[in-house]
């Protein structure tokens, strides 16, 4: 044991790691810095600290950055993302002559030595002095640990990573106090093993594992000798000794580090020799890096899924916690993604909509009762370049997307379902007139909405007239039914019906609370639309989306996820009903392009003001999904338009949008159950039905003038811009 002053002092050893840092290591600090002298940069005492002693004792050792695997339900990988290309692996899952390789280029006295190579130090001491400049340091692999260690701990701070690595005679100080603490209660394997985990290789790649898939598209336990000596050359400078960039510098690196492994008797001179006359033979694995690397145009559900833990209080108590805990990475994200519905989705897409038409669509497709979104895609593909964008258009504003847009007679089932919840008939008719003043005044949640006589709406056309009951104004979208409805049960039920159902604006604001939001003037998005939809075919429970299935740690530790809310939105008979009422939109309606083959399906149409979009949202009993189609930018009117190679006179919500729908449903439901949806009987089917107008939209491209309901405001014939006291203002009718 070593001795002790008399008096309780500090034995031999402590006194000179004290020694070392009171007088600022002199030179033997400066060889380590591999710095010719103090003043060359005017390093002075003012660089160090106040007292070895005053170095905090132990050493925070972040958990190093790794790559985070988001994989879809099936397991099937959608993208790795990363702040650091890193993957840890244990010692004995590296390739020994790695091993051999970066002790003897790095510090081939390993070994041999504590935390600080004294005799390395005297060496570089008097080797700088005889060269006049820098030639040799004498940092030993433990305090380059800790040197990355404190990079590592900076993180993408650019201000902490150059306090990190600052050249002063303090930061070496506290270098050296952590070093000797590690030796102390790490040793050797486990230093040499984190150091291989944590060092930077050139190429993105940290860690040994990361480097030997970049360069040679292996793993690191399969490097051979030549692949380890070139991989532990890099360390040093990796842009100098770039093999990609730089061969001739990487090979005569690469070969000093096998001679020195044949001096320090790691490998026989002749293997060596036999090694340096190898030409290098890269294999190289570029970066995959990020959600742009999704395929099937799952880059916008992989960024959903950043989203989604950036924002969620389960994944850290505040945003920067979150951020922090994403970029340090080693997550396996497994996802609520069906491969089979993703592929539909961008099929049908890419089938009716091309990524350079003036305007593009996006769909989503979730499971009623689960929440789980299945699928998510879009016309313009994940990117920064030309005809792509990183703004996904299914979701809401706060989840990356934009600020909406109007659903049109898509919201009108909301209307419908809660009337029906207030004890309205379903039989329930109204005149319906081609044309009428909103009634007023109209109450509301806090008071009354009160009109004038210039608010008007109207019907398509001139031949749509009523009496109409609740199904056949579904089936036509007739307008002047839904206002007459709205403003009987008042404008609060319809409110809340909305917010039960999970329907709100995308741009985060309350609904407005006027007469018009029954014909779908405020901004929604795909997503939200799907999800209350699902709330119809799961007998009128509404679950909250959901993308995340689990999600375990680099440890295989299981994290806390995020569940899905389910709440009563409606009792199951007003759900059924609906049932009954959309079906009839995709049976004889305006939906009827959309219909599906063998399986029961329904659905609604719409259209906004002057055709800046187009929509239709529909379910089956196992999946809902909303398609929209139209300008992101709210800026091209749907006339006169080729979409997909098509020509359109004018865009309705049964000719684009629903053909869309149903290719996608029928890819993503096929092989899989078809049950029944519950409905009840409405009525008479038959009544009117020679009115001559009732089979609106049924059109491929040219619905023929004298259809009805698809549907204005939410319609697509144009009107006078009416008062933003209507819920529009300026293009919201």
């Known amino acids: 044991m070593p001795k002790k002053r008399d008096g309780g002092g500090l034995s031999t050893t ?19 810095l591999a710095l010719p002298a103090a003043g060359a940069l005017g390093l002075t005492a003012k660089g160090s600290v106040e007292g070895f002693d005053d170095i905090p004792a132990n050493l925070k050792t972040p958990p190093l950055s790794q790559r985070t695997t988001i994989l879809d339900a099936k397991g099937g990988e959608i993208a790795k993302v990363y702040s650091r290309d890193r993957t840890v692996v244990d010692l004995k899952d590296m390739s020994p002559y790695i091993r051999q390789a970066i002790v003897a280029i790095e510090d081939a006295r390993f070994y041999q030595h504590g935390a600080i190579d004294m005799k390395g130090i005297l060496r570089a001491v008097n080797k700088n002095a005889q060269s006049g400049g820098v030639s040799q340091g004498a940092s030993t692999l433990t305090q380059q640990y800790v040197k990355n260690v404190f990079i ?13 690595t600052q050249q002063t005679i303090g930061r070496k100080v506290k270098e ?11 040793g050797k394997r486990k230093i040499l093993q984190n150091y291989l985990n944590i060092t930077f290789f050139g190429q993105q790649a940290y860690g040994i594992e990361a480097a030997a898939q970049r360069y040679f598209s292996k793993h690191a336990k399969d490097l051979s000798l030549e692949e380890s000596a070139l991989l532990a050359g890099i360390v040093q400078s990796p842009s100098r000794y770039d093999p990609v960039t730089a061969p001739q510098e990487a090979t005569r690196r690469r070969n000093t580090v096998l001679q020195r492994m044949a001096d320090l008797k790691n490998i026989t001179r002749a293997q060596a020799d036999a090694a340096a006359k190898k030409p290098i033979k890269l294999a190289v694995s570029r970066p995959k890096n990020g959600c742009i690397t999704a395929t099937d145009g799952a880059g916008f559900f992989c960024d959903y899924i950043r989203k989604v833990f950036l924002t969620d209080k389960a994944f850290g108590k505040t945003r920067k916690d979150r951020l922090k805990r994403w970029d340090r990475g080693g997550l396996t994200i497994r996802t609520t993604l069906d491969p089979q519905t993703q592929k539909a989705i961008q099929a049908s897409i890419s089938d009716h909509v091309y990524e350079d038409d003036p305007v593009a669509t996006a769909a989503t497709i979730v499971e009623p009762g689960t929440g789980k979104i299945l699928g998510m895609g879009q016309s313009r593909p994940y990117g920064f370049g030309e005809n792509q964008t990183v703004l996904n258009l299914s979701v809401d504003d706060a989840m990356g997307g934009g600020a909406g847009y109007q659903p049109g007679s898509t919201f009108k089932p909301v209307i419908a379902a809660a009337a029906l919840e207030q004890g309205t008939s379903p039989e329930q008719e109204y005149s319906s007139p081609y044309r009428m003043p909103y009634p007023s005044p109209v109450q509301t949640c806090e008071g009354q ?17 009523g009496p109409y009951g609740m199904k056949e104004a579904t089936a036509k979208s007739v307008n002047t039914y839904f206002v007459q409805l709205i403003s009987d049960m008042g404008i609060c039920p319809a409110v809340k019906m909305a917010q039960k159902m999970g329907i709100e604006r995308a741009d985060g604001k309350p609904l407005q609370q006027v007469p018009s939001m029954t014909l779908g003037v405020q901004e929604m998005s795909p997503l939200t639309m799907a999800s209350g939809y699902a709330a119809f075919a799961n007998g009128g429970e509404y679950c909250s989306p959901v993308a995340i299935e689990s999600i375990t740690d680099a440890r295989g530790r299981a994290l806390e996820v995020p569940r899905t809310s389910c709440r ?22 305006t939906g009827k392009e959309a219909g599906l083959k063998g399986r029961d399906s329904a659905g609604k149409t719409g259209t906004s003001d002057s055709r800046y979009a187009a929509w239709f949202v529909g379910y089956t009993p196992n999946a809902a999904g909303a398609v929209w189609v139209g300008d992101p930018q709210h800026k091209r009117k749907m006339y006169d338009i080729t979409i997909g190679g098509v020509p359109h006179e004018k865009v309705y919500g049964a000719d684009t949008p629903g053909p869309i729908w149903r290719d996608a449903m029928a890819g993503a439901l096929a092989g899989r159950p078809a049950p029944a949806l519950p409905t009840v009987p409405i009525g008479n089917p038959d009544r009117d039905k020679d009115r001559g107008d009732d089979d609106k939209g049924r059109g491929k491209h040219k619905p023929r003038p004298g259809h009805g309901g698809d549907d204005k405001p939410g319609g697509g014939w144009d009107l006078p811009d009416w008062p933003d006291i209507l819920g529009g203002g300026n293009g919201g009718w």
Do not use: C, H
Not at 449 to 465: C, F, I, L
């Open 449 to 465: 909405w009160q009109g004038s006589p210039a608010d008007t709406t109207q019907n398509e056309n001139k031949r749509e007239v």
């Open 152 to 164: 590592e701990e900076a993180g993408n701070d650019a201000d902490k990573v150059a306090q990190a």
């Open 14 to 32: 402590q006194q000179a790691a004290k020694f070392l840092g009171v007088s600022v290591l002199a030179g033997a600090v400066l060889a380590g």
């Open 568 to 589: 009563s939105a409606m009792s199951k008979r007003t759900a059924d009903t609906i049932n009954t009422l959309l079906k009839g939109v995709v049976e004889d309606g």
């Open 176 to 186: 050296l106090k952590y070093a000797i603490q590690v030796e102390k209660e790490l």
